[in-house]
């Protein structure tokens, strides 16, 4: 079982960064492909970034590519999404998810375990 919360959203406007974290509890959060993704309002859940467990690998949704970074650090429980260049339709809650699955996937289908979700809201 993992539990998963995040942190880190807000308000920003077009141009800013922000940082997202996921804090994880289970003692084999390590094992576990983490992903975010994100859902705007009247729109599906939509990939946005996942990690393998050794963060040795990663795959980006074409929209965010060069612009967010997933990372983690197994010691602390936690995985990160940098986001840089943030524009209006970046505009979405963000989830954090665990897959059991031992390969990147972006499949929502794929991943067991959810956070609640954080905010993030870019103004032009």
């Known amino acids: 079982q993992v539990q998963l919360v995040e942190s880190g959203g807000g308000l920003v406007q077009a141009g800013g960064s922000l940082r997202l974290s996921c804090a994880a509890s289970?003692?084999?959060?390590?094992?576990?492909?983490m992903g975010w993704f994100r859902q705007a309002p009247g729109k599906e859940r939509e990939f946005v970034a996942a990690?393998?467990?050794?963060?040795?690998?990663?795959d980006y949704a074409d929209s965010v590519k060069g612009r967010f970074t997933i990372s983690r650090d197994n010691a602390k429980n936690t995985v990160y999404l940098q986001m840089n260049s943030l524009k209006p339709e970046d505009t979405a809650v963000y989830y954090c998810?665990?897959?059991?699955?031992?390969?990147?996937?972006?499949?929502?289908?794929?991943?067991?375990?959810w956070g609640q979700g954080t905010q993030v809201t870019v103004s032009s």
């Open positions: 289970g003692r084999t959060f390590s094992m576990y492909v």
């Open positions: 990690i393998t467990w050794s963060g040795s690998n990663t």
């Open positions: 998810a665990a897959s059991a699955r031992n390969w990147l996937t972006v499949s929502v289908y794929e991943y067991v375990y």
